[in-house]
């Protein structure tokens, strides 16, 4: 069964560090998200990612975010300069149409 | 308000028992329902899209009430292999992508 796959599965980084967190995203799949959730807290959505364009962000995605599809597999997410609070797990979803999204099993980030 | 609530539980049930759990949203303009799983530490798991008029996999049965807006799942026979946190997830279209989340009801079946 095709699935989305992640790496790092897990990330440790100084603050203000910049990351990279990489996603392969189901084969045949068009829609393309990123959420994270704090330890204990819901999983909060970041970005959606639609025809090589974000299509909606959120107010935690700041100027330190970015998304980029760099080939025709991969999708990935860069923090510019992490911060403590940006300790989470991350988790990569796509989906062929704007329903049943499927999710990686997530990288988890430890900023120190 | 929140956009999508849930009892964060814990519900402890025994094996073979039946539980329900409840998820109110406050949108009206939402279209679209699911319940996911979580495991600890693990990605969110599609368990079933909810339909309008109800639907059944196995042992789970989702409803939606539009009208009071709510969407609710009913496990039968509980496994222990049911334990996990439940979410509710519910998503707008119109212009938006996005999955809002529930907290999750965390549920444990005890032997």
């Known amino acids: 069964e095709p699935e989305v796959t992640q790496t790092p599965s897990h990330q440790v980084t100084q603050m203000g560090q910049e990351v990279i967190l990489r996603c392969v995203p189901i084969s045949n799949h068009l829609y393309f998200y990123w959420y994270r959730q704090i330890l204990g807290q819901k999983v909060e959505f970041l970005v959606s990612?639609?025809?090589?364009?974000?299509?909606?962000k959120s107010e935690i995605f700041d100027d330190q975010f970015s998304v980029e599809r760099p080939d025709g597999s991969n999708f990935t997410l860069k923090i510019r300069s992490t911060k403590l609070e940006d300790s989470a797990m991350y988790f990569c979803?796509?989906?062929?149409?704007?329903?049943?999204?499927?999710f990686g099993p997530g990288t988890r980030l430890t900023v120190l | 308000r929140k956009e999508v609530e849930q009892d964060p539980g814990p519900f402890n049930v025994p094996e073979g028992a039946t539980v329900a759990f409840n998820c109110t949203y406050s949108n009206s303009a939402s279209q679209s329902f699911f319940w996911y799983r979580q495991d600890c530490r693990k990605e969110p798991k599609l368990l079933m899209s909810?339909?309008?008029s109800g639907n059944e996999d196995g042992r789970f049965t989702a409803q939606l009430n539009r009208a009071s807006q709510y969407i609710s799942l009913l496990i039968r026979d509980s496994k222990l292999s049911d334990s996990a946190t439940y979410l509710c997830v519910v998503h707008r279209s119109s212009g938006t992508y996005k999955y809002i989340f529930g907290t999750g009801t965390r549920l444990k079946v005890l032997a």
């Open positions: 909810v339909y309008s």
């Open positions: 990612f639609y025809n090589n364009e974000i299509s909606e």
């Open positions: 979803a796509s989906s062929d149409r704007e329903n049943e999204q499927f």
